[in-house]
C-alpha cells in the first residue's frame, strides 16, 4: 500500500442511527479504521438522547465519524467517511459533506424512515448518491416499495448489502463509483 496517491477520493456513508455505518467502514477498509464510537450510558437513555427502543442490542454511537482508506491503485484511493447516525449530531454531516465525491445512503428496511433526513440533505447539498439496503432479516420490500417509500428517482441505483461482510460493501462502492462515472458521462 502506498503512502500517497494523486487523487483522494471523498466518500460518505449516512444514514439513520444503527444503520450500520460503523460496521461499513470496518468491514471495508483497508487500514486499521479510526472510529469515534463511545458506549451509550443509561442516563442518556433515560432523558430520551440515546433512543435504542428499534435497536436493541446497540451499546454504542458514532459521536463524530469513522474513517477508512481503499486503495482503487496506483493513483486513486478511496476516503471513507461514516457519518453519526443520531440526529443530535447531525451538525456534523455539512463538514463531512464538504469535498465529497458521493454518498452510500445505507438503510435498515426495518426502519426506511430513518432514511429520508440523509437524503434530503444530500439533495439539497447536490451531492450525487445511492442506496444500499443493509439487512437486517426484517421484513421483505420489493424494489418499488423502497422507492416509493424513499421517493427516490429511477436513476438512483438501490442495491442491497450486508455490511458485515467486506465483499458485500466493496460491491456497494463500486456501484457508487460507477454512478458517478455515469453521470460524469453525461454531464459532458
Known amino acids: 500500500m502506498r503512502s500517497t496517491a494523486d487523487n483522494g477520493l471523498k466518500i460518505v456513508i449516512v444514514g439513520g442511527f444503527g444503520a450500520g455505518k460503523t460496521t461499513m467502514v470496518r468491514s471495508v477498509s483497508e487500514i486499521r479504521p479510526l472510529n469515534t464510537e463511545e458506549t451509550m450510558t443509561r442516563a442518556g437513555e433515560a432523558a430520551g438522547v440515546d433512543d435504542t427502543a428499534s435497536v436493541h442490542t446497540k451499546t454504542a454511537t458514532t ?3 469513522d474513517f477508512g482508506r ?5 493513483r486513486n484511493v478511496l476516503y471513507l467517511f461514516g457519518a453519526p447516525g443520531q440526529e ?3 451538525f456534523l454531516w455539512d463538514r463531512l459533506f464538504s469535498g465529497t465525491l458521493g454518498a452510500v445512503v445505507l438503510v435498515d428496511t426495518r426502519r426506511l424512515s430513518d432514511s429520508w433526513y ?3 440533505r444530500l ?3 447536490g451531492t450525487p448518491f445511492i442506496v444500499a439496503c443493509n439487512d437486517f432479516g426484517g421484513p421483505v420490500h420489493t424494489e418499488g416499495q423502497i422507492r416509493e417509500a424513499l421517493d427516490l428517482p429511477p436513476d438512483v441505483p438501490l442495491v442491497e448489502c450486508d455490511a458485515r461482510d ?3 460493501s466493496k460491491y456497494v462502492l ?3 463509483l460507477e454512478h458517478l462515472q455515469s453521470l460524469s458521462r453525461k454531464a459532458t
Open 63 to 65: 459521536v463524530a465519524f
Open 70 to 74: 481503499i486503495t482503487v491503485d496506483e
Open 88 to 90: 443530535r449530531f447531525w
Open 118 to 120: 440523509a437524503i434530503d
Open 123 to 125: 439533495e439539497r447539498h
Open 166 to 168: 467486506r465483499s458485500s
Open 174 to 176: 463500486i456501484t457508487l
